[in-house]
């Protein structure tokens, strides 16, 4: 059984009109690490799908990056614009980006796993398809780690609506390999994030990949 994804740019304009920076103003921990590797590379241009509002952006466009953010959520793209002004915004879907590239970089953090199968090789390929030969894609997803696995009604292999109107999968080891076969996988592993909900700190157990488009 699949899922509908089509509403999910409305479902999160309606939580952050409520809450706002939900998750805080601070870069995630994951967006930090993504940024010391593209660092090392002294990669310039950068991705960022499903860029929310705009908390991990800034810091890749504070550090010099020129950044493209996108996000189907159009409150989302109006807070990145309050919070990081230097970012340059596209209110799309990431499953039909209206642009081009190349980019150096990709990076996304708690996106890729919100969507079906069929859509997440979509997103991966709608992604990794617009760097340069040699860029790297980071991106941080749920794992088989995350304390809300197996919750919910199950939807999918791995895919549970553990939240209400938010169904997840949630990535193993297995999955990182099968799904981003076409690139080069150049490390994966499990990471924690540290979250500073509106309602109390939080952790997610991600998993990240960093794949090479050859
Ligand atoms: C869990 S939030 C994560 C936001 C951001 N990556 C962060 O960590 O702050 C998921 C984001 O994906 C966006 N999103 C959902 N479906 C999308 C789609 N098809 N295309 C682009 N963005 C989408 C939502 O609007 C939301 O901002």
Known sequence: MSFDTSKLGEHWSSKYEIKKY???IEPSDVARKAFGIFKKHDFKTLLLACCGYGRNSKLFADNGMDVTGVDASQVGIELAKEL???SNYVCASVLDMPFDGPFDAVFSLNALHLFPKHERARFIAECMGRLSKGGLGYFAVFSEHEPSYGNG???????WESLPGRPAHYYTDEDIKSEFADYEIVDTGIIEDHDMHAD????????YVLARRR
């Open 22 to 24: 939900i998750w805080g």
């Open 84 to 86: 990081d002004s230097k």
């Open 200 to 207: 109390g700190p939080h952790t997610h157990m991600l998993r």
């Open 153 to 159: 009604p199950k939807l999918e292999e791995n895919t």
